[in-house]
């Protein structure tokens, strides 16, 4: 079945530095969200890409979306004690022609960021 | 605006016992629910998917039931609860099909602890 496996599954931080997660699909995706969970809450969505290559920016995280439309990745520049949380990719299931409503979630990357 | 209301916050109960999680939707017809659950530190595992009154679909074989009577409303269930159904269990909606936007909104969870 569909899978999206994303690394690293934790990735610690000083705050300031730098962040990536990666988010890869086994199949091509019709589109691709983000989301994040803070410790001990609900996941809450960020952002959805759609197009090959798409590229969107949200303050200090940039979002990217692969040109095979199978991989993405959640960049955040100069970490702060506030991004802590889980991030999460998610994707429509993917079926004989056309993908589905149906939310797969990755595998989620847990940061934590060291003031 | 739509709001998603999920009942109770957290939950104790004993091996053996019932268990009955409510989730409602206001403000948005005909959405897509879903129930995931989430183990500590894990990611979210999709349990069910509703596209519409009685359409359940059933990701995993377990000791999990769901059923949604109504159209805003969706409910998990179990006869005997088992040490291994612990975890947090989160409700979520989003647009119906053929939408634009398909990103999901939960609700605030559900801590559930079988003891």
């Known amino acids: 079945g569909q899978q999206v496996m994303q690394i690293p599954q934790y990735q610690h931080v000083q705050e300031g530095e730098d962040f990536t997660t990666y988010c890869n699909s086994s199949?091509?995706?019709?589109?691709i969200q983000w989301y994040k969970q803070r410790p001990g809450g609900h996941p809450v969505f960020l952002i959805q890409l759609v197009k090959s290559g798409e590229v969107k920016k949200q303050k200090r995280l940039t979002f990217q979306f692969g040109e095979a439309k199978k991989n993405s990745s959640l960049h955040i520049t100069a970490t702060q004690t506030t991004d802590v949380g889980t991030y999460f990719c998610a994707a429509p299931q993917q079926i004989y022609g056309g993908a589905t409503n149906k939310l797969i979630f990755g595998t989620g990357t847990l940061l934590a960021v060291q003031p | 605006s739509q709001t998603i209301h999920q009942w109770p916050a957290t939950l104790v109960q004993p091996v053996g016992s019932p268990l009955s999680l409510e989730c409602t939707v206001e403000?948005?017809?005909?959405?897509?629910l879903y129930w995931y659950r989430q183990a500590a530190g894990r990611g979210l595992q999709l349990l069910f998917y509703s596209v519409g009154i009685g359409q359940i679909s059933s990701e995993v074989p377990q000791n999990l039931s769901a059923s949604r009577p109504q159209d805003r409303q969706f409910i998990l269930s179990s006869k005997k609860l088992l040490l291994s159904d612990s975890g947090f269990y989160l409700c979520?909606?989003?647009?119906?099909?053929?939408?634009?936007?398909?990103?999901?909104?939960f609700g605030q969870g559900t801590r559930l602890t079988v003891v």
């Open positions: 979520a909606w989003s647009w119906a099909r053929g939408q634009v936007n398909t990103e999901a909104f």
């Open positions: 403000g948005t017809s005909n959405p897509n």
């Open positions: 199949t091509t995706l019709s589109n």
